[in-house]
Structure formats: structure tokens, C-alpha cells
């Protein structure tokens, strides 16, 4: 295999990897430019409809095409990057009284990456005489070279991952005196359909020697070595969200200013249409105390796995021991309802030049979806794991029908919270004649 990949050569001819000849090792310096593209599209659109009622339209768009020719520190083998990005937005202002106005608005958004599979020409496990971990998978692996500090065969792809974000919501507000009363709602429907097809495989050796000696002592480790179809890891993520608050806006004085106000949160938890989140909980391992000895496919080696409701619709009944969970994800307890998030703040004019701003709330978020999910390690998968010349199955994933599952692994400690909250406290001080001076001098 050492002297195919060292037989490599370009669209121009010269070798993929250069030779040094028999005057041993020597520096060979690269200069290829790396390509940057960004297109945008942005639209503005007010409509008034009738003295009481306007619709507003905007909308951007943005499309990024990247080269990087040396993503591995040799020429050949480029990344080829696609970005894109859309949002838009339709919203419908109605005067509904002198002292009432009512917005609704929807929104959407769509973040796209999309990577090739980056490989030296002609570089193909049939070519290389490499058998690949999943039948059907046609680029190499990777290698990196920890002392050389450079890769082979590129790494990761391709991949194509698109984030969609829906929102509906509604809001009012109402003057009356010395109050100015706000509340309002939102949905909002996420979507991440993700596939990832870099399951050829990364190895990771110590120096170029020991590509060139080949054997499996020489491999240090291989990392996302895990099978799966050949079209790779397929996820189809979403989740919901709903929030509602209410704020009052008091004029206590000519001087003074009070915020008012509570809002409510329910951050619904990550789940898979197709059954692929897959999870462990602590309790289940701790009702085993004694696990077993060696590598089993059922029973108490296998207890601490769970599985989505919807797992069974797709690969049918799990192995002895694992359990299938009464809801569409994996988790041991519902997203809480009890996410109310109180807040106050205030504006103070000190003098005709001081305006002092200040507030405090407690706010909440949901924890990113990249701390919870992994691709790559698999539990209730078929996987391996390659280690100093033994490839080893992963003693808790050895099941059966497993080829086409998801190499997915969530955190337990994170997943069970889906919500995490913050009190912030802020204070601001505004000089207003250094604003008027800025306006002037826009």
C-alpha cells in the first residue's frame, strides 16, 4: 500500500508525495492560492396596506465557496467548502386602537455545509488495495503523521449538513397612562437532517518511516473507523421550542423608568426521526453492579444502552437488556415546564447629560447541540477500535443487525439538561450629549 500511495501522481505529473532522490530527507517548499467566493442577496420591502395596517418583508442570502488547496500541507488533495445562508422574515404591523398594536410575524433560516471528499487523484481503496471497513466506501483513510506534522489522503467528507429554523409569534402591546404593557409568543421548529460520509476511516501514525514499514504496529490508532451504510451517517435531528412573556414598561416619573417583567421558556430536547439517538443513564448501570467479565451481546452487558421509542420502527427490537425509552428520545425525564425567567431593569436620568441604565433577569438556553451529540462512536453500532496493532470490537456494541445504525453518542450529564440558567446583571451609563455629538457626525 506505502509504495501505491507513493506512486501517486498529479494532474500535472509530478508525485503527490515528492522524493527526495538518495540524498535522503530535504525540504520542498509549496505556494498554490486558496479561493475565497461570497455572493450576497439582500431585499427590503415595506407595504403599507391601509392607514392601520403594513407588512414588512426582509430577506438575505449569502453563498461562500472556499478552495483550500493545502488543507493537509501537500498540494492535491483540496477542501473543497460550500456555505450558504438564508434568512427571511414577514411580519404584519396592525394599529388595532389609538393605544393597541398588535405584530405577527414568521421567520425562517437555513445554514447549509456542504464538504467534498478530499483525496489525491486516482486515490481509491481499490486502487490502494485497501479493504474498507464498509463495503461500498471508495475514498482512502486519512493518515496524520504526528511527527512530520502533516497529512495524507485527506481527512474528513464529504458531508452535507443543513440547519433549518422555523418561527411563528405574535406580540401586543397596550399604553394606557403611565404603562406601556407588552406579551407576546413564539414557536419554533428546528431541523438539522445531517449527513456525514466521513466513515473512511483516520490513521494516525508516528512518523513517514512508519508508512513506509507498514504493519499494524505502526498504526497508533485509527479513529472513526466504525461501519455503517455507504452513504455514510444519516441523522435526521429537530426539536421544538415555545416561549411566551409579558413586560411592563412604568413611567414612575419624568426621571424615571421601571421594566417589568416574566417570561417563560420550554426548551424541548434533541431527538432523531430515525431512531439514532441512542443514550446511557447512570441508573441502569448502577443496577448492575457486577457487570460481566468479557464482551457480551445481551443481557447485563448491554443494560445501560437506551434507545428512542421510534428505534424499533426502523431496526426492530433492540438486544436483551437495552431499553426502549417511552418517548422519541432517550432521555430519563421530560424538558422541564417550570422555565420562568423574571426580570427587572431600570433607566434613571441623573442629570440633563447622565442617563443611568441597569437590569437583572434570569435567562435560559438550551445547551448546543454539538455538546451533546458525537458521530463517530457508536453505541448500539457495530464499531472498532484500532489500538497499537489490535483491532478490538468495543466489548458493549457487539449486537447483531447493527450495519446500518448511527455512530452517534450523547453526553448523559448534559442531555438530561436541556436548559441551563443564567442571572445576569448589567448597568450602563449613556453621556446623552456625546450621542448627539455621534448622530451629528453620521
Same mark, same amino acid.
Given at each position: 500500500?506505502?509504495?501505491? *500511495? &507513493?506512486?501517486? +501522481?498529479?494532474?500535472?505529473?509530478?508525485?503527490?508525495?515528492?522524493?527526495?532522490?538518495?540524498?535522503?530527507?530535504?525540504?520542498?517548499?509549496?505556494?498554490?492560492?486558496?479561493?475565497?467566493?461570497?455572493?450576497?442577496?439582500?431585499?427590503?420591502?415595506?407595504?403599507?396596506?391601509?392607514?392601520?395596517?403594513?407588512?414588512?418583508?426582509? !430577506?438575505?442570502?449569502?453563498?461562500?465557496?472556499?478552495?483550500?488547496?493545502?488543507?493537509?500541507?501537500?498540494?492535491?488533495?483540496?477542501?473543497?467548502?460550500?456555505?450558504?445562508?438564508?434568512?427571511? @422574515?414577514?411580519?404584519?404591523?396592525?394599529?388595532?386602537?389609538?393605544? %393597541?398594536?398588535?405584530? =405577527?410575524?414568521?421567520?425562517?433560516?437555513?445554514?447549509?455545509? =456542504?464538504?467534498?471528499?478530499?483525496?489525491?487523484?486516482?486515490?481509491?481503496?481499490?486502487?490502494?488495495? *485497501?479493504?474498507?471497513?464498509?463495503?461500498?466506501?471508495?475514498?482512502?483513510?486519512?493518515?496524520?503523521?504526528?511527527?512530520?506534522?502533516?497529512?495524507?489522503?485527506?481527512?474528513?467528507?464529504?458531508?452535507?449538513?443543513?440547519?433549518?429554523?422555523?418561527?411563528?409569534?405574535?406580540?401586543?402591546?397596550?399604553?394606557?397612562?403611565? $404603562?406601556? *404593557?407588552?406579551?407576546?409568543?413564539?414557536?419554533?421548529?428546528?431541523? #438539522?437532517?445531517?449527513?456525514?460520509?466521513?466513515?473512511?476511516?483516520?490513521?494516525?501514525?508516528?512518523?513517514?518511516?512508519?508508512?513506509?514499514?507498514?504493519?499494524?504496529?505502526?498504526?497508533?490508532?485509527?479513529?472513526?473507523?466504525?461501519?455503517?451504510?455507504?452513504?455514510? *451517517?444519516?441523522?435526521?435531528? !429537530?426539536? $421544538?421550542?415555545?416561549?411566551?412573556? %409579558?413586560?411592563?414598561?412604568?413611567?414612575?416619573?419624568?426621571? &424615571?423608568?421601571?421594566?417589568?417583567?416574566?417570561? #417563560?421558556?420550554?426548551?424541548?430536547? &434533541?431527538?432523531? +426521526? /430515525?431512531?439514532?439517538?441512542?443514550?446511557?443513564? =447512570?441508573?441502569?448501570?448502577?443496577?448492575?453492579?457486577?457487570?460481566? /467479565?468479557?464482551?457480551?451481546?445481551?443481557?447485563?452487558?448491554?443494560?445501560?444502552?437506551? @434507545?428512542?421509542?421510534?428505534?424499533?420502527?426502523?431496526?426492530?427490537?433492540?438486544?436483551?437488556?437495552? &431499553?426502549?425509552?417511552?418517548?422519541?428520545?432517550?432521555?430519563?425525564?421530560?424538558?422541564? #415546564?417550570?422555565?420562568?425567567?423574571?426580570?427587572?431593569?431600570?433607566?434613571?436620568?441623573?442629570?440633563?447629560?447622565?442617563?443611568?441604565?441597569?437590569?437583572?433577569?434570569?435567562?435560559?438556553?438550551?445547551?448546543?447541540?454539538?455538546?451533546?451529540?458525537?458521530?463517530? #462512536?457508536?453505541?448500539?453500532? /457495530?464499531?472498532?477500535?484500532?489500538? +497499537?496493532?489490535?483491532?478490538?470490537?468495543?466489548?458493549?456494541?457487539?449486537?447483531?443487525?447493527?450495519?446500518?445504525?448511527?455512530?452517534?453518542?450523547?453526553?448523559?450529564?448534559?442531555?438530561?439538561?436541556?436548559?441551563?440558567?443564567?442571572?445576569?446583571? /448589567?448597568?450602563?451609563?449613556?453621556?446623552?450629549?456625546?450621542?448627539?455629538?455621534?448622530?451629528?457626525?453620521?
Amino acid at each position: 500500500m506505502a509504495l501505491k *500511495i &507513493l506512486n501517486l +501522481k498529479l494532474a500535472n505529473g509530478s508525485y503527490y508525495i515528492p522524493g527526495s532522490g538518495t540524498t535522503g530527507y530535504r525540504q520542498v517548499s509549496f505556494s498554490e492560492p486558496s479561493i475565497f467566493n461570497e455572493d450576497q442577496v439582500m431585499v427590503n420591502s415595506d407595504y403599507l396596506i391601509n392607514s392601520k395596517q403594513t407588512l414588512t418583508a426582509r !430577506y438575505f442570502y449569502s453563498r461562500d465557496t472556499q478552495i483550500q488547496t493545502l488543507g493537509g500541507l501537500l498540494p492535491g488533495s483540496p477542501s473543497i467548502l460550500y456555505y450558504s445562508n438564508t434568512n427571511a @422574515v414577514l411580519k404584519l404591523t396592525s394599529l388595532l386602537t389609538n393605544n %393597541v398594536i398588535n405584530e =405577527v410575524h414568521g421567520s425562517f433560516q437555513r445554514n447549509l455545509s =456542504v464538504q467534498n471528499a478530499a483525496a489525491p487523484p486516482g486515490a481509491t481503496n481499490e486502487s490502494l488495495g *485497501i479493504t474498507p471497513m464498509t463495503p461500498g466506501v471508495h475514498p482512502p483513510p486519512g493518515i496524520i503523521l504526528i511527527a512530520g506534522g502533516y497529512n495524507l489522503m485527506g481527512i474528513f467528507g464529504p458531508s452535507f449538513s443543513p440547519t433549518n429554523q422555523a418561527q411563528v409569534a405574535d406580540q401586543i402591546s397596550w399604553t394606557h397612562g403611565k $404603562h406601556t *404593557i407588552r406579551a407576546g409568543f413564539e414557536f419554533e421548529d428546528i431541523r #438539522w437532517p445531517i449527513t456525514w460520509s466521513g466513515v473512511r476511516g483516520l490513521l494516525l501514525m508516528g512518523t513517514f518511516n512508519d508508512l513506509l514499514v507498514g504493519g499494524p504496529n505502526n498504526i497508533l490508532t485509527c479513529l472513526y473507523c466504525s461501519r455503517s451504510a455507504p452513504e455514510g *451517517i444519516i441523522h435526521g435531528y !429537530y426539536t $421544538h421550542s415555545l416561549s411566551s412573556f %409579558v413586560q411592563d414598561d412604568y413611567k414612575v416619573s419624568s426621571r &424615571l423608568t421601571l421594566n417589568l417583567g416574566v417570561r #417563560w421558556e420550554y426548551d424541548g430536547p &434533541l431527538a432523531d +426521526k /430515525s431512531g439514532n439517538l441512542t443514550q446511557t443513564w =447512570v441508573s441502569r448501570i448502577q443496577a448492575v453492579p457486577l457487570p460481566p /467479565s468479557g464482551p457480551t451481546t445481551s443481557g447485563p452487558g448491554v443494560s445501560q444502552w437506551v @434507545v428512542p421509542n421510534n428505534f424499533v420502527s426502523h431496526y426492530g427490537q433492540p438486544p436483551d437488556g437495552v &431499553l426502549i425509552n417511552d418517548s422519541s428520545n432517550p432521555q430519563r425525564k421530560h424538558a422541564p #415546564w417550570s422555565n420562568f425567567g423574571p426580570r427587572i431593569g431600570f433607566a434613571y436620568q441623573l442629570s440633563t447629560h447622565l442617563v443611568v441604565r441597569g437590569g437583572a433577569g434570569i435567562f435560559y438556553d438550551r445547551v448546543g447541540a454539538d455538546r451533546i451529540i458525537m458521530t463517530g #462512536w457508536a453505541p448500539i453500532a /457495530s464499531s472498532t477500535l484500532w489500538s +497499537k496493532g489490535t483491532l478490538t470490537p468495543r466489548p458493549s456494541t457487539l449486537i447483531h443487525r447493527t450495519t446500518k445504525l448511527s455512530r452517534t453518542r450523547s453526553l448523559p450529564l448534559r442531555f438530561s439538561v436541556p436548559s441551563r440558567r443564567a442571572t445576569p446583571i /448589567s448597568l450602563h451609563l449613556a453621556w446623552r450629549t456625546i450621542c448627539k455629538r455621534v448622530a451629528l457626525l453620521i
